[in-house]
């Protein structure tokens, strides 16, 4: 199938911009080092596997609803049914109540059911998959680094507490811990950068980000 | 308390960790370079083509080592840079062009730069799905059979995409150079 050619000034700037710019070092070394970090943390599932049936997953996540609801509606419709005699005071468990995944409760229900006591295991805290904690790490990550490119640096603390409060050790900590010396260091909070960027090399002292972290604190206002 | 454990992979696996990452490491600046023709922002980009790794590292058993790499990666980087569209049109209503590429970026010579953010003003302005078309082919001088299989689209699709892409990105260029003229 022909097609009618393009026109050469256009044709021309095609071809310019054919050969891939190389990357400045430092971006480089930042992808390569995430890159590696990525590896040593482990497997985990592929962003673009995860996105493949997003519909699918919520509508699987909607039947799980639909399901525990019916379940509980029915458990709740037989209790009432076959409740024991006021006389008998009702057998109250505090509830260990397991969430799903993504939506971290409290551990135990305030409210009182008469349930089997759950499995030592289902009490634990619950924990996102390694996949779903991928994603949401990088969520939180890409939020603060959005905030440092715009010079917003207040607004990537928040991010920045988040990601410490729920992944202090996670698989992206080191490039955390560069974000907040930078945004400290933005913030003209220099002792603080200058404590943060020490730990810094503390924790990670053969980080490719460690030399611009240690110049952070001198260089931003 | 952190959600990692350690556990010591197969050395198959390391393998095929190692030959990955060698890949990557090969194609991080093409990598880079097509999502930003796909028009990823600059502030997002970083993250984007760690995604793309992710991806990439997830499917590394499934790529015949026979074809070429690039193909491969611009399917990958277009679900990748397709999706975070999707998403970021649910979050903002009118998109927001980001004239980042005039500041500190890749391209060094001011002639070379100019001539490269003209080429990425006009392809943002086509639609995505005939964009990416137009870059593997024009571009990245991808085979049309090529492109149709890796972007899993017909062979027909693929032409009909083009035609209408290369009109998209002549008027674009067009547009935009009167525009500057007028200034």
């Known amino acids: 199938m022909s097609q009618p050619p393009l026109p050469p000034e256009v044709r021309a700037l095609l071809d310019h911009e054919r050969e891939v710019p190389p990357l400045p070092a430092a971006v480089r070394a930042r992808l390569l080092g995430r890159a590696r970090a990525a590896l040593v943390a482990g497997n985990i599932a592929t962003p673009a596997a995860l996105r493949t049936a997003p519909r699918l997953r919520w509508a699987a996540a909607a039947a799980l609803v639909v399901l525990a609801s019916a379940a509980g509606a029915a458990a709740y419709g037989l209790?009432?049914?076959?409740?024991?005699?006021?006389?008998?005071?009702?057998?109250?468990?505090?509830?260990?109540?397991?969430?799903?995944?993504?939506?971290?409760?409290?551990?135990?229900?305030?409210?009182p059911a008469d349930v089997q006591p759950a499995p030592p295991h289902a009490v634990e805290t619950p924990r996102l998959s390694p996949a779903d904690a991928a994603r949401a790490e990088l969520r939180l990550l890409r939020q603060a680094r959005a905030a440092v490119a715009r010079q917003d640096f207040a607004a990537a603390l928040g991010p920045i507490a988040e990601h410490t409060r729920r992944f202090r050790d996670g698989r992206l900590a080191e490039e955390r811990e560069a974000l907040r010396v930078k945004s400290l260091a933005g913030l003209g909070r220099t002792d603080e950068a200058r404590r943060a960027a020490a730990a810094f090399e503390a924790r990670f002292p053969r980080s490719v980000l460690l030399p611009a972290v240690s110049k952070m604190p001198a260089s931003e206002p | 308390m952190s959600h990692l454990r350690l556990v010591t992979p197969p050395a198959s696996q390391v393998s095929s960790d190692t030959a990955c990452l060698d890949a990557f490491q090969k194609e991080v600046d093409y990598v880079y370079r097509t999502l930003r023709r796909l028009g990823v922002s600059p502030s997002e980009v970083e993250d984007l083509t760690q995604e793309v790794f992710l991806a990439l590292r997830g499917s590394w058993a499934a790529f015949?080592?026979?074809?070429?790499?690039?193909?491969?990666?611009?399917?990958?980087?277009?679900?990748?840079?397709?999706?975070?569209?999707?998403?970021?049109?649910?979050?903002?209503?009118?998109?927001?062009?980001?004239?980042?590429?005039?500041?500190?970026?890749?391209?060094?010579?001011?002639?070379?730069?100019?001539?490269?953010?003209?080429?990425?003003?006009?392809?943002?302005?086509?639609?995505?799905?005939?964009?990416?078309?137009?870059?593997?082919?024009?571009?990245?001088?991808?085979?049309?059979?090529?492109?149709?299989?890796?972007?899993?689209?017909?062979?027909?699709?693929?032409?009909?995409?083009?035609?209408?892409?290369?009109?998209?990105?002549?008027?674009?260029?067009?547009?935009?150079?009167?525009?500057?003229?007028?200034?």
């Open chain 2, 64 to 183: 015949d080592p026979g074809r070429p790499l690039r193909p491969y990666l611009f399917g990958i980087a277009f679900r990748i840079a397709s999706a975070h569209q999707r998403k970021r049109s649910r979050e903002v209503a009118f998109g927001i062009v980001e004239v980042g590429d005039a500041g500190p970026g890749p391209d060094d010579a001011l002639q070379s730069k100019q001539a490269r953010a003209l080429v990425l003003a006009a392809l943002e302005r086509i639609p995505l799905p005939r964009r990416a078309v137009l870059v593997m082919h024009d571009i990245d001088d991808v085979a049309v059979s090529e492109v149709a299989r890796v972007l899993g689209i017909p062979l027909f699709t693929v032409y009909s995409r083009l035609r209408k892409a290369r009109r998209e990105l002549q008027a674009a260029l067009r547009r935009m150079l009167k525009e500057a003229d007028g200034r």
């Open chain 1, 79 to 111: 209790r009432a049914r076959f409740a024991p005699p006021p006389s008998r005071p009702p057998i109250v468990v505090p509830a260990a109540v397991v969430a799903p995944p993504s939506t971290p409760t409290p551990a135990a229900s305030s409210a």
